[in-house]
C-alpha cells in the first residue's frame, strides 16, 4: 500500500471508531502505536487525548508481557528496539505497571485477523493473551475492539481454549459487531 492509502485508512479507520458508543463514553483507553503495515493509530490516538480520554499504551518487557504508560500526543513516545524484533513506539515517561489496564473501559488490540466470531489472530507473541487473561483474573470487562484492514477480517482463524473474542472490529470501511456494547 501507499503512504497515501495508509493515511486514508487511518482516518476512514479514526473516524469509524471515534463513533463507538464505548469510546464516546470511555474514561481511559488502552490502546497501542501501530507500526509497520498495521492501520494507522495515531490519529485515533490523538483525537481521544484531544476528548480528554486518558490513553494507556502497552510498554514491551522482557518477558512479552506489557506494561503501560500514558500517551499525551507524539512527544511522549519513544522508539525501542527490541532486539532483533522491529521497533515500537512505547510511552516515554512514568510505566504504570501490568495491571494498570485494569482501569481500561476499552481495549483496542492489535491483531493480523479477526473472524466471523470475533476471534482474534494475533502476532503470536503472546503479549495481549496475558493482557486478556489478567482481566478477565481481575472480573474486569473493558470492550475489546479490534483495528484492522477491511481484507484481514475472515471466514476463521485458529482458535485456543484460552482465546477470547473481541466484541467489535474498526475497519476502514466502518464496524462489524460480534456482540452488542
Known amino acids: 500500500m501507499t503512504a497515501d492509502v495508509v493515511g ?11 463513533e463507538l458508543p464505548e469510546l464516546a463514553h470511555a474514561r481511559t483507553v488502552a490502546a497501542y502505536v501501530s507500526v509497520g503495515t498495521e492501520p494507522g493509530t495515531r490519529t485515533l490516538l490523538d483525537a481521544l487525548v484531544t476528548r480528554g480520554v486518558r490513553v494507556l499504551l502497552p510498554a514491551l518487557l522482557p518477558d512479552h508481557d506489557l506494561d503501560w504508560g500514558a500517551y499525551t500526543g507524539e512527544d511522549s513516545l519513544a522508539r ?74 475472515v471466514g476463521r482463524v485458529p482458535a485456543q481454549e484460552h482465546d477470547r473474542p473481541v466484541q467489535a472490529v474498526v475497519t476502514p470501511s466502518g464496524v462489524r459487531r460480534f456482540t452488542s456494547p
Open 8 to 18: 486514508d485508512a487511518a482516518g476512514a479507520l479514526a473516524g469509524h471508531a471515534l
Open 80 to 153: 525501542v528496539q527490541h532486539g532483533g524484533r522491529m521497533a515500537l513506539f512505547e510511552p516515554s515517561g512514568e510505566r504504570l505497571g501490568p495491571d494498570a489496564v485494569l482501569g481500561a473501559d476499552v481495549v483496542l488490540l492489535p491483531g493480523l485477523a479477526v473472524d466471523a466470531r470475533g476471534m482474534r489472530l494475533g502476532r503470536g507473541g503472546g503479549s495481549y493473551d496475558r493482557v486478556l487473561a489478567r482481566l478477565e483474573r481481575a472480573g474486569a470487562r473493558p470492550a475489546l475492539v479490534v483495528l484492522l484492514y477491511d481484507t484481514e477480517v
